[in-house]
């Protein structure tokens, strides 16, 4: 079983930055990449990054230039650089296993950016 926590989220301007992270405790030895997910009101769950122990980071087109995945795998940490954000940024934001999520999601970090 994986325990997930994101924190970072807020309220910031058209072209703003934030930082997400994302702590990861449990059994945490058989993930071997992570990602970041984000929820729209009224929209599906979709990834928006993702990043393997190694470090090799892809990302989704609405964020690539924009945003940037890195884990600390000696922390158990994953962080979402988020830079020139867009109202359509404006989600709850998540992390989970990749490319098959665990059942059991965080509670997510709010990101609101204002026009």
């Known amino acids: 079983q994986v325990q997930l926590v994101e924190s970072g989220g807020g309220l910031v301007q058209f072209g703003g930055s934030l930082r997400l992270s994302c702590a990861v405790s449990g059994s945490t030895a058989s993930i071997y990449e992570m990602g970041w997910y984000r929820q729209a009101p009224g929209k599906q769950r979709e990834l928006v990054a993702r990043?393997?122990?190694?470090?090799?980071?892809n990302y989704s087109a609405p964020v690539k230039g924009r945003f940037t995945i890195l884990g600390d795998n000696a922390k158990n940490m994953v962080y979402l650089q988020m830079n020139s954000l867009k109202p359509e940024d404006t989600a709850v934001y998540y992390c989970n296993t990749y490319p098959a999520p665990f059942p059991s999601w965080g509670q997510g970090t709010q990101v609101t950016v204002s026009s």
């Open positions: 990043v393997t122990r190694r470090g090799s980071a």
